[in-house]
Structures are given as C-alpha cells and as structure tokens.
C-alpha cells in the first residue's frame, strides 16, 4: 500500500486495518464522497462497488486497487432507516452502474446519480432481493 | 435530453431511435440497445441489462459453501473454470486453506485451456457479427470440440464441470490423458491458430472492417472500468496473471499479450495472440506436472471465519472479482461477483457515441459481452 | 396456409395434400435464433461442424417471422417473458416449442429464485421436453427428431390459422398495456382470427409487432372480442 493513499485515508479521519485480500478502511457517510474523490486523484482505480445487509444497517463497500497488483476497500454503513448515500459517479464513471445495482438489489439510493432505476429486475418490481427481510419462497415439495 | 421512453430527442424529428435487441442474433444473449441515430451515426447508446438475471448472489445465500460451486459454473457459462476457481480461491483465503501443488497445476490447466475455448466462442461470435456467417465459426469450434472432449473426459460433463473442489480438484486427470491433449496443443492446434489468424487478421475485408474502428487510449478506457483484453489492447500491459499470480503462473514462462493500437483490430490481434500464449502455457503445465495430492481434507460442514475477502483472477474477459462474506455459518452472509464484462459494457455509452451504427456492433465484439455474468 | 382451413370432411385430395405438407413441414423445421443462456451453446455446438443440424434441414434463422420452431434455450426471467412470448407470437403457424434444459422444463438450479418463472411451459404451449444441464447435443438432436415425428403424425387439416396465444396466468406485476395486449389473459389459449371479429383480431395482432404499445385502441378491442365470444 503506498504511504499516501494512507495519508489521505487518514486525512478524512480512518486508517487501513488487514492485509492483502482484507485491506478495508471504514469512514463515515460525510466523509465518502471526498475521501474517494482524494484516492482518486492520488491515483486509486475503481474496482467494485457493493454492498453487505448487516442487519440494522447496510454496509456500502467500494473496492479500489491500488495499482497494479493490491487492492483495498473503502466502506461506509447507511443505517435501515435512512439508506442514502452521496455518488460517486462523477469520480469513478463505471461507478454509476455498479450503484444501480446496489439500489436494485439492497434499496440504497445514491445522491446525485443520473439514473437512479433498477438495473437488473424489471421496473415493476418492489422487492430488494439482497436485504436478509427479504426471504425466498419455500419450494412446495 | 433524450426521452428514450418517447422514441428520441425531446421536440426533435433528426434523430431517430433503434432498439437492438433483446432478441437479436448479434447481442450474443438478451441484451437489448438503445441507440439514437442521426442518419446512420449513434447519438447516444444506452445497453438495458437483467434479461437474464437469476439471482444466483441470493441463492447463493442459501445454500452451503460447497453447493454454491454449481451457480459458478453457471455464472459465465463460457469461462466456467475460471469462475469457480475465483470462488475456491476466495473461500480458501477466506477459511485459511491450503492447495496441494498438483492441484494448482491442474486448476491453471483447465484455466488456461477455459481461456482457449473462451475466446473460440468469442472469435466465432465477431466473426459472424461481421459478416462471415458459417465459415469461422465452424472452423472455431474444430479445436473447441476437442478441448470439450478433454473436459468431458476429464469432469465427466462438457459444459458445466463442477470440477473444482475448496481445498482442491474433485479428480485427477489421466497421464494417457494428459499426453493426448499435449500431442494436440503442440501438433495440430497451432495450425488451427494460422487458420484462425488467416481468416481474421489475414483478410483484407474483415481488416478493414476493423482496423482503426473504435480506436481508444489506456487512459480512457481505464477511467471507462474496462479491464481484460479490451484494456491491453490499447498498450496497457495490466494482467493479473502477471501482476498479482496466483495458481502458478509464478512458475510459467508466458508473455502479456498488448498491442498499441487500441482500435478493434488491435483487439482481435491481442485475443487471438493469447490463445497462443494459453496453449503453450498448457504445455508447459503438462511437462512440469507434479505428483501428489490433489485435494486437503476440509471438514463436510465447512464454517470458515467471520469476515469478507475479495479476491481479484484473470478471466477471459478481464477482471473478475469474487467477494466472499461469512458470518460465520455453513452458509455465505454474501456472494458478490464482480463482474468484467458488467463494467466493460457500462463503458458502452461513452465508447459508442460518434461511430456508425455498423460499427457498433464490431466495437460491441471487441469486449466479448456473456450476458449470463452480466445480469447473474 | 389456409388451403385445408375449412374442411369439415377432408376429402381425398385435402388429406393428400395434409400429407405432403406434413412431411415437408417436418423435415424443414426451423427454429428461430434466440440464445438465451447457457443451453444456447450447446444450441450452437449442434448447429456446427461435429452434430450438423442442417442434414436434418433444420437452419437457424434471426427472424421470428421465418421460423416456425423455437427452442428456449434457457431459464425465462420475469423481465424476459414477455419478449419470449412475443417472439413466440410473431413466428408464422403452425409452430412449436422445444424446452431445452431443465431451466426452460423447470426452472431447474434457479427454480428457487425470485425472478425465474418455474419453467416456460406457464407462458409457452410446449411441445418437446428435452432434460439436461445442458442437455447434450446429441439429446438436442434427439428432441428434434420427437418434434419431427410429431408433427408428421399431426393432422394439418383446420388448425393452420393465425393465432395469437394467450398463456392461462399472465404474470400479474405485467403492465397494464402488456396485459391488454393478451386480452388481460381471461381468454387463455389461442385467439383464433377466424372465429373473432377480423379486424379486432387483426388489430391485436399488430400491436404485438410493435415494439412499443401502439396508441391505437387495440388493447380495449381485444377485451370486446373476449365478452363477444361469452
Ligand atoms: S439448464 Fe443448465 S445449462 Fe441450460 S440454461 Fe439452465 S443452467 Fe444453463
């Protein structure tokens, strides 16, 4: 990991805990947007953004890599109650696909996308598959 | 601004609006465009995606550790080795599990041969986008029956091998085996790659189809999230095989096919070149083959650790990332697939504006879209 | 083909003439090419050199109006219905449907999941069952050679109309404008031209060629046919 992609997370207030395949930094919900937006500059590369049900909240996971070969992920938790969180599209543009995603499949809605609509299920559709509330039917046999 | 729900350019009869797909032979599955052309120009180009879309990342949450190897194969149902090496390898490091050599020699084999066949089916699919229906296509799947064949001797199934096993391979493979597709790796396959070349980058008709069409720099198409071939043809050396190996691709001698040109000519030359590259690897797999195990004992009940991995593999069409998370069950808490092709395609809407509406669809080749990894 | 439309006592000539359209029909089936996931390679492995459909004179054609056998090559997603059906729907008469794979049969690995419909036999009459993850080549060929089989055993004589099928449930999150355009599905089966009004019939026809609703009134007319039949 290159010493100021660390300084930058620690700019905006987290570090970087694990090695290697489990590198994460966990910042608050303010601090995503510029804090992505400084790894940008110092030259992160967009990987992956998704998202995990925690329970009482849903935790919002950007992978970045840190050129060539490592890679570490950024996340930020959206309690149940108030699942929003600011965009990255305008910074990683392969982003605003990946949020469509996670708003199709989790319910988490990203400020200031250009196209907050589902992205996999058809646009008839209520459901967030990938919340744990939401259970699949038991097969009648 | 575009109102695609209302047929092109708000208050405006220049432009007009052409659905491609979903059922249409060239998406190579159930993609479905929305393009706006100005005579035959694309204005703006949108892919609708989900045609296919399963659930498998739900399902997966289901069932147990061992079990989910079933939705891998059927992720990207053309590189099937790949992916369910990308999910072994994420649950091993996730549960701290080892790999016997063999079994790493053997998994890169099957890797490696994957990519082979991979980039059959995407030879015989640009072809035929372009024009040359029949005769490429037949010619692609010559060698790629015979891999199958091997595959099928080998795992017992053609398409959907369930092969790989956490922890290892589910059976070795056959020294006699082993030396008959040796025999044809070095004998007969690359003549089949000169008539592959001949028919593609030989042919003056499909080279200037292709050759300075859909021309992009590594800067754009790495700020695009493109990755894969698409990405190295355009002079970026950046190949996970490489970079971060993993199997053992430390251990092999092996170049990293990129060209400079960047346009879908350059493309065609990186993926054909690489089908060289992977049947000598194979070769050299098979001469340097160790004996052993094939397989660590892991317990039936597999509960691997609290926590999330991500862990990043080459596959045929670029990046693939599997992100595991376990909360400590005989089930996953989340199965995420990364992807290449999900973000190759989102970078359609910027690649695709200013070409021909002909063009498109040889741009559209150049990444190698398989729809069922896409939507999963 | 309206030739034996009308027969109610098939004479000599009429069944004659069953017979050589059956036989041809039967050794030129062709299915319209709709990949839809993994089975569709398989799909194609058979179209090539090794397996050769065309010695059974089945060709692939991109064109739903110039085929008449469709195989589904895959799990039918609740977005992908209704494009399914309406390929299905534009294909020229008589045609039929080969399930291909334990997705189209069942649902198959993905029957448990929240957006696969158990089997596309609940919005597609279907003809052959061919089992399999993927369901080798050689099953495929086969299953065409059953379909072969079977349509030369089936009589021709008055069932070669234009039709359009109406699948007995329609999925109830479709459009309102979808639902129309099948008569809201209260009129399962085939909506035979020949029987309906003409020009409702005709009208609805053309509304599933369109690929987006047209502003006319077909979709209420559909419904009028429906309670001028009751
Ligand atoms: S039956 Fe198997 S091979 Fe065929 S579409 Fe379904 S999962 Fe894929």
């Known amino acids: ?141 | 601004m575009v109102n695609f729900a209302r047929g092109g350019v708000e208050g405006s009869t220049e432009t007009m609006l052409v659905n491609i797909g979903p059922q249409h032979p060239s998406t190579h599955g159930v993609l479905h465009i929305m393009t706006e052309l100005a005579g035959e120009t694309v204005v703006t180009a949108k892919p609708v995606i989900g045609y296919l879309h399963r659930g498998i990342e739900k399902l997966a949450e289901q069932r147990t550790w061992q079990q989910n190897l079933v939705l891998c194969d059927r992720l990207d149902y053309v590189a099937q080795f790949s992916n369910e090496w990308a999910y072994c390898r994420a649950v091993e490091k996730l549960a701290g599990i080892s790999v016997p050599e063999r079994a790493e020699y053997l998994r890169t084999l099957l890797g490696e041969l994957n990519r082979i066949t991979s980039h059959l089916i995407w030879y015989a699919g640009v072809t035929m986008d372009i024009g040359a229906l029949g005769t490429p296509f037949i010619y692609a799947w010559v060698a790629r029956e015979k891999i199958f064949d091997f595959y099928e001797n080998v795992t017992g199934a053609r398409m959907m091998p369930n092969w790989m096993r956490i922890g290892g391979v589910r059976c070795d493979i056959d020294a006699a085996l082993l030396a008959d597709m040796r025999e044809f790796l070095v004998s007969d396959f690359p003549k089949e790659c000169d008539v592959y070349e001949a028919l593609l980058t030989g042919n003056e008709i499909v080279v200037s189809r292709m050759k300075g069409v859909g021309a992009f720099t590594v800067e754009e198409l790495t700020d695009w999230g493109v990755t894969g071939p698409a990405l190295r043809a355009s002079g970026s050396p950046l190949d996970l095989r490489r970079d971060a190996p993993y199997g053992v691709y430390d251990k092999l001698d092996f170049e990293v096919c990129s060209d400079g040109a960047g346009d879908s000519l350059a493309r065609a030359r990186v993926r054909l070149r690489e089908i060289r590259e992977s049947a000598k690897m194979c070769v050299q797999i098979i001469d340097m083959l160790p004996e052993g195990e094939i397989q660590t004992k892991i317990p039936r009940a597999l509960k691997p650790p609290e926590g999330d991995v991500c862990v990043r593999t080459e596959s045929p069409r670029g990046e693939l990332g599997i992100l595991v998370a376990s909360d400590g069950s005989a089930k996953p808490l989340r199965f995420r697939v990364r992807s290449p092709i999900f973000y190759n395609l989102s970078a359609m809407p910027h690649m695709l504006p200013g070409h021909l509406l002909a063009d498109m669809l040889v741009i559209f080749g150049g990444i190698d879209t398989s729809m069922g990894e896409i939507d999963r | 083909m309206g030739l034996v439309d009308d027969a109610e006592q098939p004479g000599f000539v009429t069944t004659t003439l069953d017979k050589l359209l059956r036989w041809g029909r039967s050794r030129s089936m062709w299915p319209v090419n709709a990949g839809i996931a993994c089975c569709s390679l398989e799909m194609m492995t058979t179209g090539a050199a090794r397996y050769d459909f065309d010695r059974f004179g089945i060709m692939f054609r991109s064109s739903p109006r110039q085929a008449d056998v469709m195989i589904v090559p895959g799990p039918i997603t609740k977005k992908m219905a209704p494009i399914v059906l309406r390929v299905y729907n534009q294909m020229a008469e008589p045609r039929w449907v080969i399930a291909m794979g334990s997705c189209a049969i069942s649902g198959g690995t993905f029957v448990d999941s929240y957006n696969v419909l158990p089997g596309c036999d609940t919005i597609l009459p279907v003809d052959v069952y061919i089992p399999g993850c993927p369901p080798r080549p050689e099953a495929l060929l086969y299953g065409c050679l059953q379909l072969r089989k079977l349509i030369s055993e089936t009589s021709m004589i008055g069932s070669s109309r234009k039709t359009l099928y109406v699948p007995p449930v329609l999925p109830p999150e479709w459009s309102a404008e979808l639902l129309a355009e099948y008569g809201a599905g209260d009129q399962p089966g085939y909506a035979d031209v020949t029987t309906s009004a003409p020009e409702v019939v005709e009208a609805a026809y053309h509304s599933a060629d369109a690929p987006v609703a047209a502003d006319g009134p077909a979709a209420p007319d559909v419904q009028e046919a429906g309670d001028d039949e009751v």
């Open chain 1, 1 to 141: 990991m290159r010493s100021d992609l660390v300084g930058i997370l620690s700019i905006h207030g987290t570090a970087l805990h694990g090695l290697g395949f489990d590198a994460r930094a966990v910042v608050t919900r303010e601090a995503w947007r510029d804090c992505a937006a400084d790894l940008q500059m110092a030259g992160a590369r967009f990987f992956d953004i998704t998202a995990i049900d925690r329970g009482d909240s849903v935790e919002v996971i950007l992978v970045l890599i840190d050129p060539p070969a490592t890679h570490f992920s950024l996340r930020a938790s959206c309690p149940n109650e108030d699942l929003r969180l600011d965009t990255l599209s305008d910074i990683f543009p392969p982003a605003e696909w990946g949020e469509r995603e996670v708003f199709d499949l989790f319910g988490v809605e990203f400020d200031g996308n250009p196209d907050m609509t589902r992205i996999l299920q058809p646009e008839s559709s209520t459901i967030f598959p990938l919340r744990r509330s939401f259970v699949l039917e038991q097969r009648p046999w």
